[in-house]
């Protein structure tokens, strides 16, 4: 089976934080975002893409980048202290990927879909998630 490799890049809105990333899938699997409904994401617009951790790089920005926990304290919300915008998170259903922001890449990939993720009754769904950051 054949492997579809996506080269991504982004950063948030002042641009002082910059990653870039790739997401890999076989060539039957569709490139997929999740849109979840959740307290947070709902209230910030976030369209989640997973990865996993090895996929991810940090360009630049690290010392701009705080951190905002609430619940369990497993994901790891990132945001540029300057700007505000959160790109990417270490998501809670994926603690060993990223959950990066497709509204912060630079280009968006003409493929992909955006799907619905209730993530108001996340208990239930989350595991609908947690293979998305196996490395393909």
Known sequence: ??????KLQGGCHCGAVRFSAVHQRHNDEPLVA???NCSMCEKVGYLHLIIPAANFQLEQGEGDLSC???????????????????????PRSNPD?????????????????????DGQNWEQNAADLAHLSAAK
């Open 1 to 6: 089976m054949n492997k579809i490799t996506t």
């Open 34 to 36: 999740h849109a979840c």
């Open 68 to 90: 905002y926990t609430f619940n369990s304290g497993v994901a790891k919300h990132y945001f540029c202290r300057h700007c505000g915008v959160k790109p990417f998170y270490i």
């Open 97 to 117: 990927g990223y959950s990066l922001n497709v509204r912060c890449f630079d280009s968006v990939p003409p493929e992909l879909e955006v799907k619905p993720f």
